[in-house]
């Protein structure tokens, strides 16, 4: 089909696409309890429903499949070909905010801000916009498309399990929930749970209780702690020396003896722990830096710090730092720690290069654990890499270059989208390279002449690959 009568098609849809959009993000899509029909709560379960309200609209009728996840098929005369994944779940609100509450969507000079106008609302709705353009062009396939909607993808992606358990994989498969150009390699994981025990304390200065962050694959923009012995101006004079960047921030109280101590920073993406500023290992260091009583849980604490010092983001003091020319570096975010009077829990997000081995990173991992006294279990996930030689590739930079002007390339990213364990499948936009969307934290936008860009490629992929 001729490019012009794909632009012609969406020359006036801007609109309409900000308006589908801000739709599904006002709509708090975070994780709930468990509910009949709900697996993922009531939030997940409400902005599906609302999409696939949607999508009957705009003529695609869908199917929620027991709530796990959403189908929408533009079919063709043969087997589905393609299929799309992207999600409608989407990280807590977080501090910071400044243009707009997270889920009030509100347009401001192009920029449409809200939680999931980036990840991955707003890159859903340029993908059904891209069947129903095809459908409204009256371009008979040979091969059908099925745009899956996940509801899982921030916890543990057990909705698009499900779905592949019971469904067979298609022979190509992208997932909007990434930049442009196009993302064929998506680096491992390791990401253990380690974790202490000990007999209850009652030596003073001691640490009584420390909260860190809510979400694994997020940078924790708060931390509190708990500090029984010691007064608030004992604490308060440790951190200066400390020199911590100016979005660190410590509130202090006093309450019937104990000290409780807020700290918060700014949250981001577990996979760019260098774009936030962590709260749990400012504070960890707060806490190494006061006179405390020599108990397990103080030596507990200061192992932790050694291990995950602020500002170490590529794992050098744990000893996995990484890196290799096609993949990059190793990242390292220490986002979970929860300690009582009798121990702890806790857990890192690190994404780890082609490179990297059970061998020099979950080995080393836990030698160092063992050496500080502390259990720990939890695998490498490998890496996936997909040719960037690939016929399915070549038509996706093609697809890129025709409607971006810009060039094509394949590029290497630390967060996991559905692809990663899905033969074939590649990541594939809806960001154009360079605009910083503050996925995972404050004031999350989107370009909706980009959103638009990107239906138009994806219009352009769904016609090469299946008509």
């Given amino acids: 089909m001729e490019q012009a009568r794909i632009e012609a098609y969406f020359s006036d849809l801007a609109g309409e696409l900000t308006q589908a959009v801000s739709r599904l993000v006002r709509i708090d899509s975070t994780l709930g309890e468990a509910q009949p029909g709900q697996p993922f709560g009531p939030g997940p379960a409400a902005?599906?429903?609302?999409?696939?309200?949607?999508s009957?609209?705009?003529?695609?009728?869908?199917?929620?499949?027991?709530?796990?996840?959403?189908?929408?098929?533009?079919?063709?005369?043969?087997?589905?070909?393609?299929?799309?994944?992207?999600?409608?779940?989407?990280?807590?609100a977080g501090e910071g905010w400044t243009v707009t509450d997270a889920f009030t969507p509100k347009l401001v000079d192009g920029l449409l801000y809200g939680r999931g106008t980036d990840d991955?609302?707003?890159?859903?709705?340029?993908?059904?916009?891209?069947?129903?353009?095809?459908?409204?062009l009256g371009v008979p396939l040979k091969q059908g498309v099925r745009l899956i909607l996940g509801t899982d993808e921030e916890t543990g992606f057990r909705d698009i399990r499900w779905y592949y358990d019971r469904h067979p994989y298609a022979p190509y498969t992208l997932s909007p929930d990434a930049d442009f150009p196009i993302i064929n390699i998506e680096k491992g994981h390791y990401q253990p749970t380690f974790s202490a025990a000990w007999d209850i304390e009652t030596a003073l200065p001691r640490v009584t209780s420390f909260t860190g962050g809510p979400r694994l694959n997020m940078v924790p923009p708060k931390a509190r702690a708990t500090v029984l012995g010691l007064s608030t101006a004992q604490i308060e004079a440790a951190v200066p020396a400390l020199g911590f960047e100016e979005?660190?921030?410590?509130?202090?109280?006093?309450?019937?003896?104990?000290?409780?101590?807020?700290?918060?920073?700014?949250?981001?993406?577990?996979?760019?722990?260098?774009?936030?500023?962590?709260?749990?290992?400012?504070?960890?260091a707060l806490l190494c830096a006061l006179p405390l009583a020599q108990l397990p849980s103080t030596q507990a604490l200061r192992s932790l710090h050694r291990m995950f010092p602020h500002g170490d983001h590529r794992g050098q003091a744990l000893g996995i730092a990484q890196e290799d020319a096609l993949s990059g570096h190793?990242?390292?975010?220490?986002?979970?720690?929860?300690?009582?009077?009798?121990?702890?829990?806790?857990?890192?997000?690190?994404?780890?290069?082609?490179?990297?081995?059970?061998?020099?990173?979950?080995a080393v991992t836990e030698a160092a654990m063992a050496q500080a006294g502390f259990s720990i279990k939890g695998e490498l996930e490998p890496p996936h890499h997909v040719s960037a030689d690939s016929p399915f590739v070549s038509i996706l930079a093609k697809c890129y270059e025709q409607y971006s002007g810009r060039k094509s390339a394949c590029v290497a990213i630390g967060g996991g989208t559905y692809v990663h364990d899905i033969p074939g499948g590649v990541a594939f936009g809806a960001s154009m390279p360079g605009f910083v969307s503050n996925l995972h934290g404050p004031d999350e936008r989107a370009c909706v002449a980009d959103l638009l860009t990107a239906a138009k490629i994806y219009t352009q992929v769904i016609l090469d690959l299946c008509s």
């Fill in 47 to 54: 902005a599906l429903a609302e999409f696939l309200k949607l």
């Fill in 330 to 362: 190793l990242s390292l975010a220490f986002t979970l720690l929860n300690l009582n009077d009798t121990g702890f829990e806790a857990r890192f997000d690190s994404r780890t290069p082609l490179c990297g081995t059970p061998e020099n990173i979950s």
């Fill in 247 to 284: 979005a660190i921030r410590f509130t202090f109280t006093e309450q019937n003896g104990a000290v409780h101590i807020l700290c918060t920073g700014q949250n981001a993406h577990g996979s760019m722990p260098e774009e936030g500023h962590n709260a749990q290992t400012a504070l960890l």
């Fill in 56 to 92: 009957e609209e705009w003529g695609l009728p869908g199917q929620d499949l027991e709530g796990y996840v959403g189908t929408v098929d533009l079919p063709g005369s043969g087997d589905i070909a393609l299929h799309i994944l992207g999600h409608l779940d989407v990280v807590p």
């Fill in 120 to 136: 991955d609302k707003g890159p859903l709705a340029a993908a059904l916009l891209a069947m129903r353009a095809v459908k409204d």
